[in-house]
């Protein structure tokens, strides 16, 4: 896993990138949450989620194999923004993040992302008493 800054030239670039697979675990309306996870496996004991809230718009395919989150350039920010449907006002709050892997690509646009680190509960609900660590956040 590792966390990368964004250029400041207005190009795309990787934010975040993990060899691990991510299958999408859940997304909730109510909230506006979205959770990619790295199920635990015979390499990683714990878990890696990918966490995104306030999900205004996304495009997914059900499973990311070695994940990359990117940037992308403003051009393509702006399309997806406008096809969205938030208004102008708002868009400096949001964050358009590309997903790309082998074995497909996506977006999400949302107001925060982080990585999350911990727990082994994998098929049931998530237990409040494991403990988690922040390993990578950005908020738009």
Not at 71 to 83: A, K, P, V
Request: glycine share 10%.
């Amino acid at each position: 896993m590792t966390a990368r800054p964004s250029t400041a030239d207005g190009n795309a670039s990787v934010l975040f990138a993990s060899e691990r697979s991510f299958r999408v675990w859940r997304y909730g309306s109510g909230h506006s949450q979205l959770l990619l996870r790295a199920a635990p496996d015979a390499a990683h004991t714990m878990r890696l989620d990918l966490l995104f809230e306030g999900v205004d718009a996304m495009q997914l395919v059900t499973r990311y194999e070695a994940l990359e989150l990117h940037t992308f350039d403003e051009e393509e920010s702006g399309r997806i923004l406008e096809r969205s449907g938030v208004p102008v006002r708002w868009r400096s709050d949001r964050l358009v993040l590309g997903l790309r892997s082998r074995s497909g690509t996506g977006y999400v646009q949302c107001r925060k992302v982080s990585a999350l680190l911990g727990g082994t509960n994998v098929l049931g609900p998530d237990d409040p008493a494991e403990p988690v660590d922040v390993v990578w956040s950005l908020r738009g």
